[in-house]
T-cell receptor, first 110, second 113 residues
Framework: QKEVEQDPGPLSVPEGAIVSLNCTYS??????FMWYRQYSRKGPELLMY????GNKEDGRFTAQVDKSSKYISLFIRDSQPSDSATYLC??????????FGKGTKLSVKP | NAGVTQTPKFQVLKTGQSMTLQCAQDMNHNSMYWYRQDPGMGLRLIYY???????DKGEVPNGYNVSRLNKREFSLRLESAAPSQTSVYFCASSGGQLNQPQHFGDGTRLSIL
């Protein structure tokens, strides 16, 4: 079983839609949860960071963590064409390096 | 605010040539990392340096060497480039422990013919 599973997409939505991006993981030791956004020909940039179960909101973005189900989500409200990018989930345990998902490619159509 | 700076941005090599990719960060971070990113493979860790003076192998270290020159700089060297090393290479840094958020440069696109 892979440590992190993330649907690669691509996901295409109309402008203004609510987007849901998801990752599942298998390692119970993961304590830190992150979402990165990567525009074409750019490096990943940190979007959201949390270490507890529940929701964390930042503007149009909400990160949701369910440790009991080993499931994290990123919701984007009122999606914009500028949100078109690849979104990567990432996890950190008590030791060792971050583990990254392979990314979901999102396209928001005007 | 430069953050993590990688040079060069693009490079084409012939098989067997050598090359050093440079990375510098200005955030006073302790830890630095080198990744490669290939289609369908995601980010794969090549080497990392938890602190100045230490380096460790990641998931795919074969064919690469690294040098942590000082706290700011971490270089990646290909001694004898192979077509399988054609990829986009990202350098990242983080403060504190290895499991903390990392900050990435914009990558070096390397093509080996």
């Amino acid at each position: 079983q892979k440590e992190v599973e993330q649907d690669p997409g691509p996901l295409s939505v109309p402008e203004g839609a609510i987007v849901s991006l998801n990752c599942t993981y298998s390692n119970s030791a993961f304590q830190y949860f992150m979402w990165y956004r990567q525009y074409s020909r750019k490096g990943p940039e940190l979007l959201m960071y949390t270490y507890s179960s529940g929701n964390k909101e930042d503007g149009r973005f909400t990160a949701q963590v369910d440790k009991s189900s080993k499931y994290i989500s990123l919701f984007i409200r009122d999606s914009q064409p500028s949100d078109s990018a690849t979104y990567l989930c990432a996890y950190g345990g008590s030791q060792g390096n971050l583990i990254f998902g392979k990314g979901t490619k999102l396209s928001v159509k005007p | 605010n430069a953050g993590v700076t990688q040079t060069p941005k693009f490079q084409v090599l012939k098989t067997g040539q050598s090359m050093t990719l440079q990375c510098a960060q200005d955030m006073n971070h302790n830890s630095m990392y080198w990744y490669r990113q290939d289609p369908g493979m995601g980010l794969r860790l090549i080497y990392y340096s938890a602190s100045e003076g230490t380096t460790d192998k990641g998931e795919v270290p074969n064919g690469y060497n690294v040098s942590r020159l000082n706290k700011r700089e971490f270089s990646l060297r290909l001694e004898s480039a192979a077509p399988s090393q054609t990829s986009v290479y990202f350098c990242a840094s983080s403060g504190g422990q290895l499991n903390q958020p990392q900050h990435f440069g914009d990558g070096t696109r390397l093509s080996i013919l």
